[in-house]
């Protein structure tokens, strides 16, 4: 027959084999919250940017069209991109932009031709249209 003695260390070696095996499944368990959140906040702060790379372009562009350095015709449509970085689609980059390190982002600008605009037909006047397109891409 087992000793009392032998029973109670194999009792007090399953509890802490049960202790080790629950803290072990929590930690696992946040350690996956604290990586899911450190990827949202990832993906949220890269999305925050290309927004505002998207708008800080538009106020660029807007300011180069309204100071006349681009000049538009009458028929075709112009785009803007980085210098180095290049357009997001296959266009000429007809006005190029000075690389910026802090946008790290491509971001092309299509510029509308005057009253050449999608839906300018409601509009009345000169209307020159600005669709600013930015290649945002989350990696984790």
């Known amino acids: 027959m087992p000793d009392s003695k032998d029973t109670r260390k194999g009792v007090v070696l ?3 084999l049960a202790t080790i095996l629950v803290v072990a499944v929590l930690a696992g368990v946040i350690l996956g919250i604290i990586t899911n959140q450190y990827r949202l906040s990832h993906h949220n ?3 925050i940017r290309a927004y505002y790379a998207a ?7 807007q300011d180069m069209l ?21 357009c997001i689609d296959s266009v000429n980059n007809d006005f190029p932009i000075s690389d910026d390190v802090d946008i790290p982002y491509k971001v092309q600008v299509t510029i509308f031709p005057l009253n050449n605009a999608p839906d300018s037909s409601s509009l009345s006047g000169k ?4 669709k600013i397109k930015v290649d945002y891409t989350y990696t984790p």
């Open 127 to 130: 209307v020159t249209q600005l």
């Open 14 to 16: 399953l509890i802490v």
């Open 55 to 61: 708008k800080g372009i538009m106020n660029y562009a």
């Open 66 to 86: 309204r100071k006349g350095t681009w000049t538009i015709d009458a028929a075709n449509n112009k785009y803007a991109c980085f210098q180095n970085k290049g």
């Open 45 to 47: 702060t890269s999305r």
